[in-house]
């Protein structure tokens, strides 16, 4: 028989079979969290064998009891790590605290606010103004926990508790007794601010401080008003970064660093966070969600701001406010050293000082007799066109003295006729205005200290809460439009109804334009060869412009159109008092004879400037004329 041989080849051959299987099954071993898996699956399959083959009575249904909770406790265990506790906690209750002013409804799922009812205002149908309602809004704090978890509030269970006769809320999202998260809300009587704070106690060893702990606030701001467009037109962002208040455009996202209070404007009411320790930075995104302005909508913008929140000494301690309640600028501004009663928005500028040292006191002075507002206005509108008479005499004046110089102008134009005595004329026409003591500006510039009057007028009464749904003869709401006639069909940038105010304000700037159309063409000089005609352009004006303000106001705030309808009449009656009985052209026309006599001024440093430009501009266009002929 033949002798074996040991066979080297053979045995490292199985040596490294074995180390190959060694290594297989140590590499897909299971993971703990496999292992939990296996281990509930196998506290399942025990309960639906239990269920399904033992008779339902007292002692097994215990038993079953037993065994579901204890799935439960592991599942919540695993998700919830050190807030597994929460999970046993109903996410069905809600609590209320409210004054006089504001009801806010708080769930203890998350541990916000699901609903926030403003009491003394109702919507354009009737409905109570309610700012948060139907999950449109979402407060969530993200944070990380020593066991690698990523835990949002908004899916946590908080535990309230009220004190204070009930003014005061205190939501907790406990680990244990001494370890915890808590939201506080305090409101207080007859406000609509509420004191609002976040803050740990504890929890420096269940942070994660390599996860930031990021604060995150959205609202969709529902319809309120009749007029979506111009709701949607005053719907703003407004917030304070780096001491300087300031806004997002409609669509628009923005990072900015010391963030102290973010602002939702829905037109005249707000939701407001205020923040004691500004966030070092936040990212602030605001969406426009009426974009058809032929289209309805029951949304106008959705509002976010997402801050990360800074750990001292491993806890949070956040003391911030919350208001929801009317964009008034009075109201506002009792909040002093916030700033938040930029909010309400009256203007930049000149216009906003006007509007909030002049307009909002005569308002609020003939406010306090208690008569209708539509009368409130046109009174304001009486006493505007008076304080601004002294001008609009200053304006006619002028155009009655350069009525009186025309024809010499005429006569000028006449005897230096064609292009190349453009400059000549012009010299000739501004030493008889000198003389005479008449000047273009003296006209214009009245008619521009008129303008900031408009302006501020035109954000004043449309940002005016105080006229919300207020009526007056057939408007039923001044701060929306009037409403006399539907059309059944939509007329692109007019709508699908009438307003009668927008056609009487359109009516009496036609006429307005007429009359002032006249005495600016006192006011121009003679039509000059190869210079544009004046006068075609604002007779052109005359017919665009009321046609312009139709489609405009239509949509717009009726107490608005009744402020320019008043206005331009009185200004109108005005004009026909200075015209038949303050002005006499021959008083006029002697006083610019008597001015021609006396000896004319020493030129000023920039008339002289002007009048040395001209002469050598004049000189070098009879240079050219020269040149020409040789």
Known sequence: MEEKKFDANTFIGF???????????????????????????????SINKIQQSVVTTTPQLKTIEVLSDSLKNVNAQNELGAFASSASISSESVTIIENDQLKLT???????????????????????????????????????????????????????????????????????????????????????????????QGLGSVFNTSHPVNLQWDLTSYRNEKSIRSESMYTWYYYKADGNTTYLSQDDDETEKEVSWVGYKQHFFSSILLTDTPFKSANLVSEKLYKDVDKDSIFTNKFSIKAPLELKSGELNYAMNMYFGPTDYTTLKSYEGTDIEEVADMGWGIFGWINKYIFRHIFNFLSGFSWNYGLIIILMTIAVRILMSPLV??????????????????????????????????????????????????GCIPALLQMPVFFALFKFFPSNITLRQKSFLWADDLSSYDNIFNLGFNIPFYGSHVSLFPILASVAIFFYMKMNQ?????????????????????????????????????????????????????????????????????????????????????????????????????????????????
């Not at 074995?18 to 509930?40: C, D, F, H, R």
């Not at 769930?107 to 109702?122: M, P, R, T, W």
């Not at 102008?409 to 003389?435: C, D, H, V, W």
């Open 518 to 630: 006249s005495q600016q063409a006192n006011m121009q000089p003679p039509a000059q060869e190869g210079m544009p005609d004046m006068q075609k352009m604002m007779k052109m004006m005359i017919y665009l412009s009321p046609i312009m303000m139709l489609f405009f106001f239509n949509q717009y705030a009726s107490s608005l159109s009744l402020y320019y309808f008043v206005s331009n009449l009185l200004t109108i009656g005005i004009m026909l008092v200075i015209k038949n009985y303050v002005i006499d052209e021959d008083k006029i026309h002697a006083q610019i004879e008597e001015n021609k006599k006396r000896p004319e001024k020493k030129k000023s440093k920039f008339r002289q400037r002007m009048d040395d430009a001209m002469k050598q501009a004049q000189a070098q266009q009879e240079a050219q004329k020269k040149a020409k002929k040789k």
């Open 106 to 200: 708080i769930s203890n799922k998350g541990g916000q606010i699901v609903e926030a009812l403003l009491k003394d205002y109702n919507t354009y149908d009737s409905i109570p103004v309610k700012l948060i309602k139907d999950n449109n809004a979402l407060f969530n704090i993200n944070f990380g926990t020593s066991g690698n978890r990523i835990l949002n509030t908004k899916d946590l269970n908080f535990k309230p508790e009220l004190s204070n006769n009930n003014q005061v809320l205190t939501m907790k999202l406990a680990v244990d007794g001494n370890r915890y998260l808590e939201y506080r809300y305090e409101i207080k009587p007859d406000d609509y601010m509420i004191d609002f704070s976040i803050r740990s």
């Open 393 to 442: 005499y200053k304006s006619y004046l002028s155009s009655a003295k350069m009525k009186v110089l025309r024809p010499e102008m005429e006569e000028i134009n006449k005897r230096l006729p064609g292009k190349e005595n453009a400059m000549k004329r012009q010299q000739e026409t501004m030493a008889i205005q000198r003389k005479a003591g008449v000047s273009m500006m003296s």
């Open 15 to 45: 040596l490294l079979l074995g180390a190959i299987a060694l290594w297989w099954m140590y590499s897909n071993q299971p993971t703990p969290e496999q292992l939990e898996k296996v281990k509930t699956e196998r506290i399942q399959d």
